[in-house]
């Protein structure tokens, strides 16, 4: 944390912060923006699938069309790329909070994403939609028992979403709403693309049965020899899920997790997480203080205290601090900075250091499992 | 429609009901389901991008998360492959009413879907969440309205999802919930994984000023030389785009519309449709009466009238009724039934017959522009 401090506030650059604020007709990426890859992908395999869920019993009114009935809520929607040539390892990317899989996917300026970059290194890999959000759908049954006044208007989950003005200093793009830091790695250009990525945010979590840790332990279990990717307020899912059931992962890693639990955890489930190697994962500009908040400097702390308790009880797990690195300015959405697929490689040096990987098994038949 | 009649109620197989109605825990879908195709899948490019939406300001209450500021609203998510080799000519597929681009991908018994399959026939593929709906998002300010106390709970956006029960008598699997036609192509034995597939649908469309419109049109501009893919709800999109602006349209088809609005639309409107060819498509059973409204009889013969009324006027209309070509027992949801892909090679045979496929622009560049 030396450099971060010596460098405050004294190194911005305003941007318009019009275009933050402007309401009306917002211009869109054009496509393009986007810039394919010069090699073609080569892949064995993709699609998606649903994963968990449960059954209830609407009636009409809660259905909202037709008549009452059957309904499925609780699921979760995974995308999969298999490369031609796959190594025996998987990589599972989890979205963080307001957030879908689009955060893995291309950059909000166009640049290709992790998803792709996985895959391009030899990973299976797979990006999931949390349960409650995007094409994993919700349970609008709260909603609807509030419309036809069956049940109290306030007993209907809220729907959270950062404005944009919020993000950019929670997610450290800079100090203030349209002023970023000089050496920041947020495409900050393409700052109202990003904006478009967030949708309504209904979950509760983390909770001791979230629906989440059963569908990505089924996920885990179905892959097997997986890698476990959370980020922000799904940084702490691969620990949790790892506590339920460790079948199937071979590593955890935590980006920018809202704390590690450091003093919270057990012995018993320290131990329990020692049998993994993990990584947690934070960029720069930590200490900045938010308007909403504290900054980000308490859960690095409690993250780093929870690598030391993790490590003394015979564990494998380490702190990437990228300024340590020397790599500066990254945000809190750092699979989407500039500097995305440099991250994306130490993450992979610490995937091949950390695991025994082993040897791929497509070629055996037509499954999927790797 | 002489075959249908003939058929009737007769030739139905009662299939375990129980596991539509059952509450509680739902066995999901394996992993090993998935079937991966025997060549691999090479592609020029991937990703994805967000089209439309405005910003509007809302208040803490209404962001539910930290303060006030900016949010985005109706804007579409797009995702797109681009094969190695492409044509000339790119695809937009839209999804239905409760569902997302899922309809498209990975059917629900793990077979290759639309998606994949264009693009390995050649044709650079986009598939999209609805405005409001899937990685859209939507617009939470009413609902977080209602839920404090600022707005009456009948304001709030109705949630409507199809019960599982609902969905199998409208989508035409069978003739009663768990019963199926003996001749269905859909693979009722995952219509779990089916049911999973629905979110809550806040539309309230056709809208004229249909965000939905807006984007789709900045898309088919930004692709140009494009085929619109429109179904059941959506299934008039691609007629509602081009009457705002045709511009980077070649075709369009609507598969299953709720009816053609065969008298509803003007001389003017249907010189304008008459520039384009455009394909109607209906599958099986679609005089078999609903619990809920009519059969899909209605629809069908609307849009034969739509299609005479543009031939009339100089146009390039065709109907495919599927048992017209000796295809049986489609459903509502042909592009996730067994002879899915038998259904689009049809589509791609009408797509060579009745446009001149340009050149492949792939090579001239960096952008996706084919």
């Known amino acids: 944390m030396r450099r971060v401090r010596s460098k405050q506030l004294g190194c911005l650059v305003a941007l318009s912060a019009a275009v933050l604020t402007m309401p009306g007709a917002t211009s869109a990426q054009s496509l393009n923006d986007v810039k394919p890859a010069r090699k073609p992908l080569v892949l064995k395999a993709l699609g998606s699938l649903i994963l968990g869920g449960r ?12 008549g009452g009935g059957s309904l499925i809520v609780d699921q979760m929607y995974v995308q999969y790329m298999i490369p031609d040539r796959a190594r025996g390892t998987s990589i599972v990317m989890i979205p963080g909070g307001g957030l879908t ?6 950059t909000p300026d166009g640049r290709m994403g992790w998803y792709e970059y996985f895959v391009r290194r030899g990973f299976p890999s797979y990006v999931v939609d949390q349960v409650g959000r995007g094409r994993s759908g919700f349970n609008q049954i709260p909603f609807n028992g509030v419309r036809a006044g069956k049940l109290a208007p306030d007993t209907q989950p809220n729907l959270r979403r950062s404005a944009s003005e919020v993000a950019w200093t929670r997610f450290r793009f800079g100090p203030a709403a349209g002023v ?17 990525q967030t949708v309504p945010d209904l979950s509760v979590s983390p909770q001791p049965d979230d629906p989440n840790y059963t569908a990505l332990s089924e996920l885990a279990k179905g892959i097997m020899q997986t890698v476990l990717i959370g980020h922000s307020q799904s940084g702490r899912f ?28 057990s ?39 929870f690598v030391k308790r993790v490590n003394a ?17 990254n945000s809190h959405m750092l699979m989407e900075d500039k500097n995305n697929l440099q991250v994306a490689d130490l993450l992979i040096d610490w995937i091949a250091k950390s695991i025994q990987e082993p040897q791929a098994k497509m070629s055996s038949g037509r499954k999927i499992r790797q």
Chains 1, 2 share one sequence.
């Open 238 to 265: 691969p620990f949790e899920v790892t506590l339920r059931d460790p079948e199937g992962i071979s590593a955890i890693v935590a980006i920018e997790p809202p704390g590690c639990k450091a003093t919270e955890y």
């Open 267 to 305: 012995d018993a489930e320290i131990s329990k997480l020692s049998r993994l190697p993990i990584l947690v994962v934070f960029g720069d500009h930590l200490d900045v203080r938010q308007e909403f908040g504290n900054s980000w400097l308490p859960f690095y702390q409690d993250c780093q205290n």
């Open 101 to 106: 899989a689009k955060s893995y996917e291309t």
């Open 180 to 196: 970023k830091f000089l050496d920041t790695k947020f495409p900050v250009e393409a700052a109202l693309q990003f904006a478009k």
């Open 55 to 66: 059954t209830v019993v609407a009636s009409p009114s809660e259905t909202g069309l037709y």
């Open 313 to 329: 009880a015979g564990g494998h797990a380490s702190m990437l601090h990228l300024p340590d690195k020397g790599m500066f300015g």
